[in-house]
């Protein structure tokens, strides 16, 4: 099956669905599932726990985040049975980034240390990369598709075509534990140093033009679509 294909036949799917028929296809020991926990995070956490607890979540840690984030992130993996790793930026480079203050001058290069390296370590060992964003988070994830490629693997968004409105939907009516600082205002949560109150992701980076740390962005647009690769070429890659 190829990418158009895979979109085509997931798309009728709620998330759960898909979830649940993607572990038909792939074996979690070959899949990177990673996560925020931030705001919108406990929804896919919910759902692979009920799905597939021994798909282990990788976290990266910045080693800027919230302690409330911290806690939060104790707090799931222990309630919710699921094993989580911390992936941790290279200790050298991630001083330099706290020495120089470098999210106040150069936050483009201090995500690239911090989160997108971090994740470039990891993601080497894994055919597929699944998360939980969404399209209409910003305007550089509106093409975001349920399966696309990138770097030559095979990213898996079950939550692609969801709005932020409707995650929340289901956090609250399944009285799922919301993130700590939600309450006291952060529609998303990052990084101390780059995450203010507002609404949905105002807050982050506010006052700046960044709006991506660039995990779901590497390369500018790195989403590029190939719809010829076939599944099965990746799935083994
Ligand atoms: S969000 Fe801010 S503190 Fe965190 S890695 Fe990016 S620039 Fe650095």
Known sequence: ????????????????????????????????????????????????????????????????????????KNDIARDFTLEVIEALPDPTSHAITREEKMYETNPDLCCGVNKVATLNAVLDDYNVWMAGVMNTQTNTRKDFDIFQIVHNKLKFMPLADYSELEVQFYIKSLYLPPHPLKSQGYGSVGCTHCTSCGYDREGRWSGKSKVECGLHTIGGKQQTVNEKLQVSELAEA
């Open 1 to 72: 099956m190829n990418i158009k294909a895979l979109n085509e036949a997931f798309k009728p799917m709620l998330a759960e669905e898909r979830i649940l028929e993607f572990y038909r296809m792939f074996d979690s020991e070959k899949v990177l599932l990673t996560s925020s926990f931030g705001t919108n995070s406990v929804y896919l956490l919910h759902l692979i726990s009920k799905v597939n607890r021994r798909q282990k979540v990788h976290f990266i840690n910045t080693n800027f985040l919230f302690e409330e984030t911290i806690k939060y």
